[in-house]
Nanobody
Framework: QLVESGGGLVQAGGSLRLSCVASGSIISVDIMGWYRQAPGKERELIADIATSGVTNYADSVKGRFTISRDNAHNTVYLQMNSLKPEDTAVYYC?????????????????WGQGTLVTVSS
């Protein structure tokens, strides 16, 4: 239902752009966000965005990362600039969506499969 792309290896100070597309029997998409999980650490929210465009960022990425979305295409993006080695993690897309299950609307939380971002020093 959620498919991420755009991860990879980048040097410190570089940039990457992650994309996540929601697909399936979608009626509506609510909040979309990006989480990350570094080795040995818990998964953490780094940014989310409402349908209205209102955004929320973790302090660790404020001023460096920008979340945006294309509501017409059920897509969320994460532009990551000034990357640091501590940004290395698996990045997961997350969305609250209303979908059709057996003909009935169902409001649930969905996760993507994750994309690895590695920042070398």
């Amino acid at each position: 239902q959620l498919v991420e792309s755009g991860g990879g290896l980048v040097q410190a100070g570089g940039s990457l752009r992650l994309s996540c597309v929601a697909s399936g029997s979608i009626i509506s998409v609510d909040i979309m966000g990006w989480y990350r999980q570094a080795p040995g650490k818990e998964r953490e929210l780094i940014a989310d965005i409402a349908t209205s465009g209102v955004t929320n960022y973790a302090d660790s990425v404020k001023g460096r990362f920008t979340i945006s979305r294309d509501n017409a295409h059920n897509t969320v993006y994460l532009q990551m600039n000034s990357l640091k080695p501590e940004d290395t993690a698996v990045y997961y897309c997350n969305a609250y969506m209303t979908t059709t299950d057996w003909g009935k609307p169902s409001y649930r939380n969905y996760w993507g499969q994750g994309t690895l971002v590695t920042v070398s020093s």
